[in-house]
């Protein structure tokens, strides 16, 4: 459960071992959403390092093989809303590729695929990422999948076991971030297409800070067996911090809390500034583009609040970022239903 905001921590006064056990993953904070464009570069495999309490991971040297953009589009938009009535969002590959999830208040879903002639629908749900989920939570869930190849269709079961086995700050090449929580999650999956069934094992480590789409690095190992053969692969994903504003992610030097979020229709904002300040309110798509924007004069020091009506703006991600007179900003990532 998130702990309420305090002056304090809105001014920036608590160091992080005060603040970062705090760390809580909730909708609409730790998730790619409809509106999103990431880049993630693949590096090699790294030593995800230990598990525990206030830990400092560094993964300052990573190795770039490959950088792509991925897109996330409303399920609706697909054109497959009656296939996948219960998506929300969809990771769009390009050509008629996607990937289809489900966002709700309990958790982020897996719920099927389309490539071409291989596709895959399910009765039943996997569940990536529970909600709320803090340090130590663990969580476990199956999901059974129809998939089909052409003319060919056969069943597919998945399992997965995880938990928030960390929580502390993660060095990578741009700087440090901190606040993150580490998620280790494994999950089987079952292919009943030959005898004996294939079978593909996933082995993540992923570190999440939130109010950034999808975890800032992550690591896998995939093991694949089929006809009695394995082998197998491994890396790590890096996202590109600087789309969404590296430096205040880093910095976060006025603190910024949007609540509720997702939001339907108006966005209370609150965050921290003394006397005398003046503060600029500022709501971003994702583009860069500023489509709401106010000021006001800072009369009593403490936590202040700024509503932002959001009721004409189309569904998607957006950015609140807040400047002062002096330079000093903050941002909070925000999600429009």
Not at 264 to 279: K, S, T
Request: aromatic share 10%; hydrophobic share 35%.
């Amino acid at each position: 459960m998130r702990t309420s905001p305090t002056l304090v921590a809105f001014l920036g006064i608590l160091p992080c071992a005060t603040l970062c056990g705090q760390v809580t993953l909730s909708n609409g904070t730790a998730d790619p959403s409809a509106g999103d464009a990431l880049t993630l570069s693949t590096c090699s495999w790294v030593d995800p390092g230990p598990a525990g309490t206030n830990i400092t991971w560094a993964q300052p040297d990573l190795e770039v093989l490959s950088t792509n953009v991925s897109n996330y589009v409303s399920a609706a938009s697909t054109g497959l809303a009656g296939t996948y009535p219960n998506a929300t969002v969809a990771y769009d590959g390009g050509g008629g590729t996607y990937l289809f999830y489900r966002e709700a208040a309990t958790g982020y879903e897996q719920d099927g695929f389309v490539l071409n002639m291989y596709s895959a629908t399910c009765s039943d749900r996997l569940l990536l990422l529970p909600y709320p989920l803090s340090y130590g939570n663990t969580w476990s869930d199956n999901a059974t999948c129809t998939v089909t190849d052409g003319s060919t269709s056969w069943a597919r079961t998945m399992s997965v076991t995880g938990t928030a086995d960390g929580w502390g700050s993660i060095t990578l090449p741009a700087g440090t971030v901190t606040n993150v929580l580490r998620v280790h999650w494994v999950e089987n999956m079952v292919d009943n297409q030959y005898d004996p069934p294939s079978t593909t094992v996933f082995d993540y480590y992923s570190w999440y800070r939130p109010e950034t789409p999808g975890p800032v690095f992550s690591t896998s190992n995939i093991d694949v067996t089929i006809f009695g053969f394995s082998t197998s692969d491994s890396s790590s994903t890096l996202l590109d911090l600087s789309a969404i504003g590296m430096q205040e992610v880093l910095d976060h030097a006025i603190g910024v809390r949007v609540m509720p979020n997702p939001v339907p229709d108006r966005a209370e904002v609150v965050f921290g500034l003394g006397a005398g300040e003046r503060a600029t309110i500022e709501l971003l798509d994702v583009s860069g583009r500023v489509v709401r924007t106010s000021t006001r004069a800072i009369q009593v020091s403490g936590a202040q609040r700024e509503f932002i009506d959001m009721v004409a703006l189309p569904a998607g991600a957006y950015v609140v970022r807040i400047t002062d007179g002096r330079g000093a900003y903050g941002t909070s990532r925000v999600v429009k239903r």
